[in-house]
């Protein structure tokens, strides 16, 4: 069993990234720069802009926090959101999802300006994607497609199981892995709440794609043996032995998964990781074009 390491590639992407930085800055012009907006203090989006915001000043990168009451009106956000759009020291912003539900998120996201929609997730950028044209692939697949190609897992005719069909996570992942691109060329199947033969479906599965948000879903006895597991949960699971009263799980049951697999990304330490990684990546991507 191969152990996919996001934790080390992604130190090598931000590495490559830093280098990117330095030699910016050397011809003398500012560093790219960063904006992630939050809205109320939901515990886990706190952690995740916090370890977003840290990760660009890791690479030299500037951020910005914005960070307003829970009580912020639609309006006020859309001003916000339009301010960064004409904000031509900002390179690229995300807004931290979830939103409260007075806000409507479908709205708020496409505000963004899809030229700095570093998350990918505006119609316009989702739609390149799904094309195959040069855009900001969202970063959570953006980060699995880049985590299989550094590792050098076959993926070309392979079957690949993706479970889930969100719009960040499922729906992408199965569009980028059925296109002719590194990593791609897979036959792909999407699953979800509705399908009635999971487990007939994993057990074929050459690559399973697991984002469905069920902690330690995926069991040993629903994979064949050999196949790549990709584990994109993430779920605070109450633990009393934990200093802060819970732990982190994944969609895999990765006890008895890792035993079975060829190749299997850890959690924490596999797509996590990745997923700030690729966002930083888009920021310089964003950069370039700003600059040029
Ligand atoms: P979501 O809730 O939007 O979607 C879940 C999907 O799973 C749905 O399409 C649903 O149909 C499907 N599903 C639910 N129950 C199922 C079942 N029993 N069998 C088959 N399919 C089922 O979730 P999401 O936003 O795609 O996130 C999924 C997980 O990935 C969550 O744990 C989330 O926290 C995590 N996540 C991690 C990262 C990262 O950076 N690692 C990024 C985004 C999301």
Redesign the pocket.
Known sequence: MILLDGKQISADIKAEIALAVTEIKKEGKRAPHLAAVIVGNNGASMTYVGAKVKACELVGFSSTLIDLPAQTTEVELLAKIHALNDNLEIDGFIVQLPLPEHIDEQKILMAVHPDKDVDGFHPTNVGRMALDLPTFLSA?PYGIMELLERYKVPTSGKHVVV????H???RPMSILMSQKRPAGDSTVTI???R?TN?EKLTLEADIIVA????PE?LKAEMVKPGAVIID????RVPDETKKRGYRIAG?VDFESVSKKAGYITPVPGG??PM?IAMLLKNTLLAFGRNAS
């Open positions: 959570t479970i889930g069909r969100s960040i996570v499922g699953a979800h709440s399908t999971l984002a469905l948000g069920i879903f994109v949960g993430i779920t969609d797509v996590g997923t």
